[in-house]
C-alpha cells in the first residue's frame, strides 16, 4: 500500500469493503445468534468471528514478528483457544477493526522489499518459507471463506447474512 498502485489500492479498498461488510452484519447479532450454528459439531458464527481475527493477529503478528507493532495483540490470539469465552458482537466488531488496523498499518509501511521477506515454516515434516506476500494474500482468502460461512449459517436460520 505504501507505493501507491492503483491496482493494489483497489484489492485492498475492497477487502477493506469485505471487512465493513462482515462488521455490519455481526454487530447486531445477540448472544444468542453468535452462538448459532450451521450444524452440531461446527463453530458457531461467534467462534468463526473469533478465529478471522485471532488468526489476522497469528499471521500478522505471531508468524511474521510484528506483535510489537500491536501492544495488546496477544489477547486477540486466546479468542481462538478451545476454552475461550463467548464474546459479544461489540466485542467481535472491535476486534475485527482492531485487526484489521494492525494490518492495515504493516501494509502501509512495507515496500516491495519488505513483502518479499520469507519466513520459514514447518508442517508436517515439510518445510516452506512464506513471504510477507503469500501471507497478504492469504488472510483475504482466509477471510473470504469464513465470511462465507457465516454467511451459510446466518441465512440457513433467516437471519440477515453479510451480503459477501
Not at 445477540?30 to 467462534?47: D, F, I, N, Y
Not at 522489499?113 to 518445510?127: K, L
Request: proline share 5%; no cysteine; net charge negative.
Amino acid at each position: 500500500m505504501s507505493e501507491g498502485n492503483f491496482t493494489l489500492d483497489i484489492f485492498y479498498q475492497s477487502w477493506k469493503n469485505y471487512q465493513d461488510t462482515l462488521k455490519q452484519a455481526i454487530a447486531p447479532l445477540t448472544p444468542e445468534q453468535l452462538a448459532l450454528r450451521a450444524a452440531p459439531g461446527l463453530w458457531s458464527v461467534g467462534e468463526i468471528v473469533a478465529h478471522v481475527i485471532s488468526s489476522r493477529v497469528h499471521w500478522f503478528g505471531d508468524f511474521m514478528g510484528e506483535m510489537s507493532s500491536m501492544p495488546g495483540a496477544e489477547s486477540l490470539l486466546a479468542w481462538n483457544m478451545r476454552d475461550a469465552l463467548p464474546r459479544t458482537a461489540a466485542e467481535l466488531v472491535e476486534g475485527l477493526d482492531t485487526s484489521w488496523r494492525f494490518m492495515a498499518d504493516l501494509l502501509n509501511k512495507w515496500d516491495s522489499a519488505d513483502m518479499q521477506h520469507t519466513f520459514p515454516f514447518e508442517s508436517d515434516g515439510y518445510h516452506y518459507d512464506n513471504s510477507r506476500s503469500w501471507v497478504t494474500w492469504h488472510i483475504p482468502e482466509h477471510d473470504l471463506h469464513h465470511g462465507g460461512e457465516i454467511s451459510i449459517t446466518l441465512g440457513m436460520h433467516g437471519l440477515q447474512a453479510p451480503d459477501v
